[in-house]
């Protein structure tokens, strides 16, 4: 295990972690002190009947926040009706927050959202925090400074009770990504380009600092979307140093925060001391000339347009070989085949990973006087109502309507398949979120994760596309 280069010299993780350890317990876990506590609806309903039946209460309401957006339906006239067993989830946690006096972004709140959209834009996520919640891609609020990351059921009714978790201390590993990306790329296909070459365990470790010319050159928004996919290359929270880019972000939407400038000077002093290492380092150096799109079943599988299908090596495992095989099966691909010009059936613009304003505004840029190939459906989902009413008044809305794009109210949609917005079986899908894995879309949905752009490009084509020869 690598160790600091004096004891003086101290890493991010160092700092978050020595901050928010409370002691030290006889079995070698550490108490640590949470800072925010995100609820949904999909994750906490068992957690609030643990509580009663144990007769707890909610130890710091005021620490925790509760959003709908896992099983909501994004129609524009939706209501609590949604897939079977949904309405009764949506229920429950209105009723848990009610009860136990949690804030609640329900349905009809003007700024619900996704959870990992709705808590930075309302200046719920801090640089220096812990924030937890029943979700994987919760990493998505490390690029604020945060050290953030999912938990599981009874987790989650372990922080509602205590306001703490009580864990071994993770392994650490800094990724320092240097290099170039050609004009019109994104941190999606930078995150893509990342996961396929480190692998899908590349980053096995509980917490990852991303650095490097790559990252600190990236907006913030730009920033969620690359630590969001990070969990997709194992890494349970994914962070960022704080900069001039989070400083100014939050200024813009911390105001609520008690004696923000002093907050922000204090955030200035979140970085990794020079000299200090990580348990384990990986530098990458990148030279990225085109769009990145998966063309399999697991976030590793990525390739660039006019790059072919890989196929079987010399060197690749009976295993590997099975993998392939399965992959290629589920998706009605071939080795050797290439993406450009794959004819596709849906499109989907949203999500925790690619549904804020910057994404939508890039989708447009490529829609914007075109019209959506007859062939497919495709819609746009954004991330927040508040994301909603931003786009609304740049006129996005009327782009997306007139070039034919389904233009919905916020939620996690078609990203998670655990609501009315599905793809059918067979359909072929290019989508703006985080996963690929087999049925995540619906049950035998083919899914291609790419950029908004790459996505808009291919909802106008009517097949996968490099979106630079569209836009405007």
């Excluded at 925790?352 to 006087?369: F, H, K, P």
Aim: glycine letters at 10%; hydrophobic letters at 40%; charged letters at 20%.
């Amino acid at each position: 295990m690598a160790q600091p280069a004096s004891q003086h010299a101290r890493t991010l993780f160092d700092k978050l972690w020595a901050s928010h350890q409370i002691a030290r317990l006889d079995d070698g876990r550490s108490l640590i002190q949470i800072d925010r506590h995100l609820l949904h609806d999909l994750s906490s309903p068992q957690a609030f009947s643990g509580l009663r039946q144990a007769g707890r209460t909610v130890r710091h309401p005021e620490k925790t926040v509760a959003i709908a957006d896992h099983i909501v339906s994004t129609d524009v006239d939706r209501s609590d009706a949604t897939v079977p067993g949904g309405t009764e989830m949506i229920l429950a946690l209105r009723r848990n927050a009610q009860e136990f006096g949690i804030r609640h972004f329900d349905i009809g709140h003007p700024d619900q959202g996704i959870v990992h959209v709705v808590a930075p834009e309302q200046g719920l996520v801090q640089p220096g925090m812990t924030l937890v919640c029943g979700d994987s891609h919760t990493c998505t609020l490390g690029a604020l400074g945060a050290w953030a990351w999912g938990i599981g059921t009874s987790e989650v009714e372990h922080v509602l009770a205590t306001q703490t978790l009580a864990m071994q201390r993770p392994q650490s590993m800094r990724l320092t990504l240097d290099g170039t990306l050609a004009e019109g790329l994104t941190a999606k296909d930078l995150a893509l380009h990342v996961i396929r070459s480190i692998g899908v365990r590349g980053a096995s470790v509980g917490f990852l600092e991303l650095a490097g010319p790559l990252v600190t050159a990236l907006e913030m928004e730009a920033r969620f979307t690359l630590c969001n996919m990070m969990i997709e290359a194992g890494a349970r929270a994914a962070c960022i140093a704080p900069d001039e880019v989070t400083l100014a972000y939050m200024a813009a939407h911390g105001r609520q925060i008690p004696k923000l400038d002093e907050a922000l000077q204090a955030w200035r002093q979140l970085y990794s001391d020079p000299g200090s290492r990580y348990d384990t380092e990986l530098k990458l150096d990148i030279n990225l000339q085109s769009p990145q799109l998966t063309w399999g079943t697991n976030p590793g599988q990525v390739i660039g347009l006019g790059e072919s299908l890989p196929a079987p090596d010399t060197s690749t495992s009976d295993s590997e070989r099975a993998v392939l095989a399965k992959a290629y099966a589920y998706m009605g691909l071939r080795p050797g085949q290439r993406l450009e010009g794959l004819a596709i059936d849906r499109v989907f613009i949203g999500s925790c990973t690619n549904g804020r304003l910057s994404d939508l505004i890039a989708a447009a840029r490529v829609a914007r006087g075109r019209k959506v190939a007859a062939s497919v459906r495709a819609m746009v989902v954004p991330g927040s109502m508040t994301v909603r009413r931003e786009a609304k008044a740049m006129g996005l809305d009327k782009v997306f309507l007139d070039a034919g794009f389904e233009w919905r109210n916020s939620g996690c949609s078609m990203c998670v398949g655990m609501n009315a917005d599905q793809v059918a079986a067979g359909e072929r899908c290019v989508a703006t979120s985080n996963r690929n894995f087999e049925g995540r879309q619906g049950p035998g949905a083919r899914t291609h994760l790419a950029s908004p752009a790459s996505a808009a490009a291919a909802a106008i084509a009517g097949v996968i596309v490099d979106h630079r020869t569209l836009e405007s």
